[in-house]
Antibody, heavy 120, light 110 residues
Framework: QVTLKESGPALVKPTQTLTLTCTFS??????????VSWIRQPPGKALEWLGR???????FYSTSLKTRLTISKDTSKNQVVLTVTNMDPVDTATYYC????????????WGQGTLVTVSS | QTVVTQEPSFSVSPGGTVTLTCGLSYGSVSTSHYPSWYQQTPGQAPRTLIY???SRSSGVPDRFSGSILGNKAALTITGAQADDESDYYC??????????FGGGTKVTVL
C-alpha cells in the first residue's frame, strides 16, 4: 500500500525559507519510472504543480517558481524534501506531495497535504 | 506562459450527463499531453480519476470517462450522483518535465 505524508512548519515568516518533507512508503524512489511531485493549493484557489524529482535524481521545476525551489531525495529514509526560499504571504497554501508511478505522467497517490501560512 | 483552461462551473441534474473540458490557451490538446483528471472535495486531498487521457484509476466508477473531444481533453460523468458534487481539475504534461494544472471546474449536482 502506497502512502505519502507531508511534514514541516505550519507557520513561516516572510523572507524565510520553507522546508517540507514528504515521507513515503509502499514504493522505492530508486525504482525506474518512479517520480514524486510537489503541488500546492492556496486557500480557495486552484492546484499548482511546483516540481518533481525522478528515480534517477533528475529534477524539473515550475517555470514561474524555479528560481526559488529545490527538490531533493533521501532514498535511505524514503523521503523527498522541498525547499522554497524567500517565502511571501502569497505562498500561503496547502502543500501536497504525490507519486507519479510506473512511468506515468499523472499523480497516482497523494499525501494528505500540510497547510503552510506565511505571516509575520 | 502556458494556460490550461477549464470551465469555472457546471451544473448537472442527478442522473444526468456532464462533460467537462480541458484546453490550451494556444494549440490543441492531444494524447501526447497525457491528460489526467482529479476530483477534490472541500478539505480533502485530490483523488485521481483518469490518467493518460482515458484510463480509469483503480476503484473509480465507470460513470467517469476520459477522452479527447475536438481540440480539448474531456471528462464525462454519466449518471451523475450527489456525491459527484466536487471540484474537478485536469493536468496536462507540457513536455520537458513540466506539468500544468487547469483552473478547475466546480460541479454542482441539483
Amino acid at each position: 500500500q502506497v502512502t505519502l505524508k507531508e511534514s514541516g512548519p505550519a507557520l513561516v515568516k516572510p523572507t524565510q525559507t520553507l522546508t517540507l518533507t514528504c515521507t513515503f512508503s509502499g514504493f522505492s524512489l530508486t525504482t525506474s519510472g518512479m517520480r514524486v511531485s510537489w503541488i500546492r493549493q492556496p486557500p480557495g484557489k486552484a492546484l499548482e504543480w511546483l516540481g518533481r524529482i525522478d528515480w534517477d535524481d533528475v529534477k524539473f521545476y515550475s517555470t514561474s517558481l524555479k528560481t526559488r525551489l529545490t527538490i531533493s531525495k533521501d532514498t535511505s529514509k524514503n523521503q523527498v524534501v522541498l525547499t522554497v526560499t524567500n517565502m511571501d504571504p502569497v505562498d500561503t497554501a496547502t502543500y501536497y506531495c504525490a507519486l507519479m508511478g510506473n512511468n506515468r505522467l499523472s499523480f497516482d497517490n497523494w499525501g494528505q497535504g500540510t497547510l503552510v501560512t506565511v505571516s509575520s | 506562459q502556458t494556460v490550461v483552461t477549464q470551465e469555472p462551473s457546471f451544473s448537472v441534474s442527478p442522473g444526468g450527463t456532464v462533460t467537462l473540458t480541458c484546453g490550451l490557451s494556444y494549440g490543441s490538446v492531444s494524447t501526447s499531453h497525457y491528460p489526467s483528471w482529479y476530483q477534490q472535495t472541500p478539505g480533502q486531498a485530490p483523488r485521481t480519476l483518469i490518467y493518460s487521457t482515458n484510463s480509469r484509476s483503480s476503484g473509480v466508477p465507470d460513470r467517469f470517462s476520459g477522452s479527447i473531444l475536438g481540440n480539448k481533453a474531456a471528462l464525462t460523468i454519466t449518471g451523475a450522483q450527489a456525491d459527484d458534487e466536487s471540484d474537478y481539475y485536469c493536468v496536462l504534461y507540457m513536455g520537458r518535465g513540466i506539468s500544468v494544472f487547469g483552473g478547475g471546474t466546480k460541479v454542482t449536482v441539483l
